[in-house]
């Protein structure tokens, strides 16, 4: 049960490369948090919403580790602040799904509509490319649309498992920018977290 998207993928309308075009020329990566061991960094943008980034190591071969990822049903046991999620539409080359997310009150709940698309490579692994499609499903009065968001999963063989690095870019709307940053450093470092306790690797 590989994730080849022949099966119900998981877990913003900009293209990947959107996140450099956003992204300070200028600036480095900077440590901002660190969260059960996973070290997550981030990089300013334009919009004042930050790009974060995190890795860890999991143990598991490609095939199970993308079937776990396509699991919609259990974004909400692994993936913090996820309401709901949904899958909306898959084809051959990709996957397009609903995810709700909790805001602290008195904001509202977020909720966006994404695209993964799948790279594969015989140097890189599998590349899970992010895509927000903000127009793509009606607005609901009971939660405010993301404005825009891009990332991507990187998967690649390595250390008798696998290296998992998740960047992720997202433009919340109207909140404030501090709040937001953190959240979104929570949310790359706490998933990866949670992942590689899906898939612990055993000290030798």
Not at 180 to 202: E, K
Request: aromatic share 10%; charged share 25%.
């Amino acid at each position: 049960m590989g994730f080849r998207f022949r099966l119900p993928l998981i877990l913003f309308a900009w293209a990947l490369s959107a996140t450099v075009s956003v992204v300070r020329a200028a600036e480095e990566w900077k440590l901002v948090r660190t969260i059960e061991g996973v070290a997550v960094e981030a990089r300013p943008t334009e919009s004042g919403f930050n790009v974060h980034r995190g890795e860890t190591r999991v143990c598991t071969d490609l095939a199970a580790l993308e079937s776990f990822v396509a699991d919609t049903s259990r974004f909400q046991d692994w993936i913090p602040y996820t309401r709901s999620a949904r899958l909306l539409d898959r084809s051959p080359t990709d996957v397009v799904y609903y995810v709700r997310t909790t805001t602290p009150w008195p904001l509202k709940d977020r909720d966006m509509v994404y695209r993964i698309s799948r790279e594969e490579s015989d140097v890189d692994g599998i590349k899970l490319l992010i895509t927000g499609l903000p127009d793509y499903w009606p607005i609901s009065d009971k939660a405010e649309r993301i404005r825009a968001a891009t990332g991507q999963w990187q998967l690649t063989p390595a250390d008798s498992g696998i290296r998992v690095r998740y960047e992720l870019y997202v433009h919340p709307g109207a909140a404030p920018a501090f709040v937001a940053n953190r959240r979104l450093a929570t949310v790359v470092g706490q998933t990866l977290a949670n992942l590689a306790s899906q898939f612990p690797c055993t000290r030798s």
